[in-house]
């Protein structure tokens, strides 16, 4: 701890330990952002692994926190803690995970690793459950409530340490982990949270402040202020659009206030993003408002794109961020002021309602940068007094709701409840019953409510095959065991089965299999636009025989029909994808982002693995290699002719359509190659060519690569003068 510079504890952490963080008893910490939970967690896991044999395991809600994490516990390989991290592939039991001490996990992977029996469960003696709140999200809450409930059954002496956001049921998850409570409201850096309203923001401190107007928008003047105060700023909208709207606006302020040192790193930092991935329109805006100073962040950007935003604002060169709330989802990003612009969002079918106050205060917690700030400002604006006054009185002053358990839900119950028969966790309808009477939902609520529920989802699964019941006993089939195992959605799987099984008398192209995934209810479908319709039309005619679902009647079935449309949209766009449209122009003809073209892609890959898994189990022999080929080509975004270039690091889809055009088909084409022939075709620098040579085993004369390098570097250095 001296070594990382910690020479005193933060009051919420002494707390902790006082309460038996570094005992057996289970402990739930419900602070504010940056008041030291994740350092309580450290010392609490390598406490308890230097006492007992055994592992830790930290699970978080998303990717991108999981990875931040591992890097935070990287630095205990010092001390002979190997450290592992684990969020993709849901279809694996991961063994190699057995040598590690520490695994850092998204809450789906640890339900995946439970569902695939991982060897090492019970070995584990502590279980850090961070961002714990996220119970109440509606989408991901039922899984973390439900892995919470299983990993307390397989590892019974393990101890639980819950972190949180201040909630004001956090006493009410206490009482179902069995834990002790520590609750605060301390910072490391005071936020301040007031209401702007014409040039006067008013705190809740009972202080005002006024601002000083120079220009006509007072996101202007505020962003303005705090950059001038050597400040970065957050602004939180809610939607992607308007994130890029505003970060172009922003930058005509901000490009002025820029020293000329901060100007060069920019350029460093903008130019690093566009040498990241495939050149888009989306990344070519981003880096040039990076340039200026400003960046946007939002769920539609890639994951490149979005990591080296996060690590130019940690770094102070990016001044200004505008997201959409997912940022404040727990990512460590601080800024001197958070400006909240809209407090509303659009939910379809209620239209613009208000935002919940725990998000808004989770907002709110990102102002304040340790060893920068002495204070953090988080700043709404109202547009008149009545606004104002619900701001104060709802947001300022609110307190955040109470976390209840979605666990009712019924395509939510009926994955969990499959898979605890999967897993012989649970083997009777008593035992499911006193597995359920343990879980968040039966605290909150009743397990009698969710009775009717379980009855319903085993009916179900009987009538689909996915399990059978023998005197009273729950047995999965192999197909149900199966669906388990591809963490898909039971009805995903049922559509999948009875799809495959009518195929043999279809038609079957590509497309087919590519519809019947978009059909599914874990493809989420694509939104039709009014223009969409004619052409959807059209291309819905033409495939028609190719569907091996039933086609809803466009007149007897109007909403069917466009649920219809919207899937042969999101079909579409996977087979632009395979046959090598490029990233820009399937962005621009369907109107996404290349975050959102990310997810599709790795949603289709894990659903046609899930038809080939399918097709392998019922001995649909003839359809196994199409699928396989499939899969491969969805991983790779390419036709079929370019699967063996593609498999190579450092090329990708666009550099192996490139290799393939100038002549070079195969890896035996390539091993061939000579180093200076490669370094002439478009996008295969020297580096590039290198690379492709090691990896083929081909030849690298070594005084060609000097002269080459030689040659790299001064066109570098070249253009670096030129830019200067």
Not at 445 to 472: A, D, F, P, R
Not at 498 to 503: I, N, P
Not at 674 to 687: A, D, F, H, Q, T
Request: charged content about 30%.
């Amino acid at each position: 701890m001296k070594k990382e510079g910690y020479k005193t504890l933060y009051p919420t952490q002494e707390e902790a330990f006082k309460m038996g963080a570094l005992t057996d008893e289970n402990l739930v910490l419900s602070c504010p952002t940056a008041s030291g939970k994740t350092l309580v967690a450290e010392i609490c896991i390598i406490n308890t692994l230097m006492k007992k044999s055994g592992k830790a395991i930290y699970l978080l809600p998303l990717r991108a926190l999981a990875s931040e994490k591992y890097e935070d516990f990287k630095k205990y390989s010092s001390l002979g803690f190997k450290v592992a991290l684990t969020s993709g592939d849901l279809d694996s039991s991961d063994p190699y995970l057995s040598r590690y001490d520490i695994i850092i996990a998204t809450n789906e992977k640890m339900d995946s690793l439970i569902r695939h029996n991982a060897s090492w469960l019970r070995e584990i003696r502590v279980i850090v459950v961070d961002e714990i709140h996220v119970i109440n999200d509606p989408s991901r809450g039922v899984t973390l409530e439900i892995t919470i409930a299983k990993l307390r059954r397989i590892a019974p002496h393990a101890k639980i340490l819950a972190l949180s956001a201040t909630i004001s049921n956090s006493s009410e998850i206490a009482e179902w982990l069995n834990a002790k409570l520590v609750e605060s409201d301390w910072r490391p850096i005071p936020l301040k949270e007031g209401v702007l309203l014409n040039d006067e923001i008013t705190f809740n401190t009972g202080e005002s402040k006024f601002l000083k107007k120079i220009f006509e928008d007072e996101l202007l003047d505020l962003t303005s202020e705090t950059i001038k105060e050597n400040g970065q700023v957050l602004i939180f909208t809610n939607t992607r659009k308007s994130t890029i709207t505003l970060s172009k606006k922003i930058c005509k302020v901000v490009d002025h206030l820029l020293k000329k040192n901060e100007k060069k790193n920019l350029e460093r930092l903008a130019d690093s993003l566009l040498k990241s991935r495939e050149q888009t329109n989306l990344g070519r805006v981003l880096s040039e408002t990076i340039r200026r100073g400003v960046a946007f962040h939002n769920a539609g950007l890639p994951y490149e794109y979005r990591r080296i935003v996060e690590e130019g604002f940690k770094r102070t060169q990016v001044k200004v961020v505008v997201a959409t709330p997912t940022l404040s989802a727990g990512l460590n990003m601080p800024a001197r002021r958070v400006i909240i612009k809209d407090y509303r969002r659009y939910d379809t079918g209620l239209g613009y309602i208000p935002i919940s106050v725990l998000e808004i205060k989770q907002m709110a917690g990102r102002a304040g940068r340790p060893k920068y700030d002495e204070i953090g400002e988080a700043v709404l604006i109202a547009h008149d007094k009545r606004e104002f006054e619900f701001l104060m009185t709802n947001y300022v002053f609110g307190e955040p709701e109470r976390i209840w358990s979605k666990l009712a839900t019924e395509p939510a119950l009926r994955t969990h409840i499959l898979s605890s028969i999967a897993t012989n966790f649970t083997e009777t309808y008593e035992e499911l019953i006193d597995f359920l009477k343990e879980t968040f939902y039966a605290k909150q609520y009743s397990y009698e409510i969710i009775k009717g529920v379980t009855e319903k989802i085993i009916n179900y699964l009987t009538e689909e095959e996915m399990i059978l019941i023998k005197q009273n006993v729950f047995k999965a089939t192999p197909f149900g065991k199966k669906i388990s195992e591809l963490y898909i959605d039971p009805k995903s799987g049922e559509i999948i089965k009875d799809a495959l099984f009518t195929s043999h008398n279809r038609y079957i192209t590509e497309f087919s299999f590519l519809h019947l995934i978009s059909h599914t209810p874990d493809m989420e479908p694509l939104y039709l636009r009014r223009k969409d319709y004619e052409e959807l039309e059209i291309l819905a005619d033409s495939v028609k025989d190719e569907i091996l679902v039933e086609i809803p009647d466009k007149w007897e079935n109007t909403y069917g029909y466009e649920f219809f449309l919207s899937e042969v949209k999101t079909a579409s766009l996977i087979n632009d994808w395979i046959n090598e449209e490029s990233e820009e122009k399937i962005e621009e003809k369907y109107d996404i982002g290349s975050g959102d073209l990310q997810r599709i892609v790795e949603t289709a890959e894990w659903l046609i693995h899930a038809c080939y898994e399918i097709a392998k189990l019922f001995k649909y022999d003839w359809m196994i290699p199409k699928l396989l080929t499939l899969e491969k080509r969805i991983s790779k975004g390419v036709k079929e002719e370019l699967l063996e270039l593609a498999k190579l690091k450092g090329v990708g889809r666009v550099r192996a359509r490139v290799l393939f055009n100038a002549g070079y088909k195969t890896i035996i084409d390539l091993k061939k190659a000579r180093i200076n022939e490669l370094v002439k075709i478009p996008l295969i620098g020297s580096n590039i060519a290198k690379k492709i040579l090691e990896q083929v085993g081909g030849a690298i004369n070594r005084e060609t690569w000097r002269k080459l390098s030689s040659e790299e570097r001064e066109k570098q250095l070249n253009l670096e003068k030129y830019q200067k």
